[in-house]
């Protein structure tokens, strides 16, 4: 069975474009494949943090995950930092990787540009990125289309390393990434992706009060000004996230309303509110839950962390071997 990997920053709660871009496919790809998902709280210190917030941040993190579907007994789910070896292998890859290279992610001219001065970890976040993947020798990574950079960067590193230490035998894999098809979900302000870090999102276990707050002033087609206006619905996020989340027979239903001026846009946006609370409400549920056993999410996540911990160790063992490292 094919290997995959994936991770989450703790740097705030789960939204619902981690959810449709990766989170959501990782539960399905968990019955497919040997699964590994990591909270990645090593990747989240890269930008100025409180430390209590992260711990906060990380259970409910974990807590998110499960809630979404993640299942314990069918892949591993685990906390970087419970696992040294990802910053042991990123350290080797950072000898690899040109810094030309690190120097033209787009993460990394968006994030720099926020921060008064800028860390090493950010910019080597890329590399700590191929490490947590190439650890495990995943083939498949699950994410959003904001990290495609970010895995070529890997598949380059996997190509150098491979070159230089094993050639005549291919040690790591050339990672690829898995898309779907909301690989890039905007912000409700309509301005950039939605992220944890710009304030801009719909959380997954959101109560749906707030939730409609946050839709009604929700950006839509620009252009329809008045109520009258027809609209285009391809250009209106509000469609796309109909897209993600009303059945078919309604995304139609909304593009004529929209293509014909037959609804307003909060007409469109209570039917998405409708079709969100049909998935959400389940998933609310299931959280509640999770958090009334603490003392099972912190088995779950240990038991996660061991198993993860044999295989790295195994890969560290191999890649020390072939270094001329003890
Ligand atoms: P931060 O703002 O701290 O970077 P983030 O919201 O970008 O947080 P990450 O933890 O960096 O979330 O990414 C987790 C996963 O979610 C990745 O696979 C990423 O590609 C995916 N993802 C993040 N934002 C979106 C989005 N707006 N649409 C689709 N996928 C997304
Ligand atoms: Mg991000």
Redesign the pocket.
């Known amino acids: 069975m094919s290997r995959i990997f ?1 991770g ?2 703790p ?2 709660a789960l ?1 619902i ?2 959810y ?3 989170v959501k496919n990782w539960a399905d790809l968990q019955h497919k494949y040997e699964s590994f998902f990591c909270i990645v709280d090593y990747h989240a210190i890269t930008v100025p943090y409180d430390p209590d917030d992260l711990r906060a941040r990380t259970t409910d993190m974990a807590l998110s995950l499960l809630a979404a579907g993640l299942d314990p007994a069918k892949c591993t789910l685990f906390v970087q930092s419970a696992v040294p070896e990802h910053t042991e292998l990123a350290w080797i890859f950072n000898t690899l990787t040109p810094l030309g290279e690190l120097e033209r992610q787009t993460q990394f001219k968006e994030k720099a540009s926020k921060e008064e001065s800028v860390p090493a970890g950010l910019l080597n976040y890329p590399v700590l990125q191929a490490a947590d993947i190439l650890l495990y020798r995943a083939e498949l990574v699950p ?5 495609v950079q970010h895995l070529e960067l890997s598949r380059e590193i996997s190509r150098k390393w491979n070159a230089r230490f094993s050639p005549a035998k291919v040690f790591f894999p050339e990672p690829k990434p898995l898309l779907t098809p ?4 905007m912000g409700l302000d309509g301005q950039a ?6 304030g801009n999102t719909v959380e997954l276990l959101e109560d749906p009060v707030s939730i409609w707050e946050k839709l009604k002033p929700a950006v839509t087609d620009p252009k329809r000004v008045r109520r009258t206006d027809p609209g285009t619905p391809e250009v209106c996020n509000i469609y796309h996230l109909h897209k993600a989340f009303s059945p078919p027979a309604t995304v139609e239903h909304v593009a004529v309303q929209c293509r014909t001026a037959g609804w307003g846009c909060i007409d469109c946006k209570k039917v998405l509110h409708e079709s969100m609370e049909r998935e959400l409400a389940p998933i609310r549920a299931r959280a509640k839950e999770i958090a009334g056993n603490p003392a099972k999410m912190k088995k779950d996540l240990a038991a996660g962390a061991e198993h993860a911990r044999s295989i790295a160790s195994e890969t560290m063992g191999e890649v020390k071997k072939k270094m001329g490292l003890t």
């Open positions: 994936s989450i920053q740097s705030g939204h474009g981690n449709l871009g990766a994410v959003g289309e904001d990290q909301t690989r890039r979900v992706k939605m992220s944890k870090s710009l």
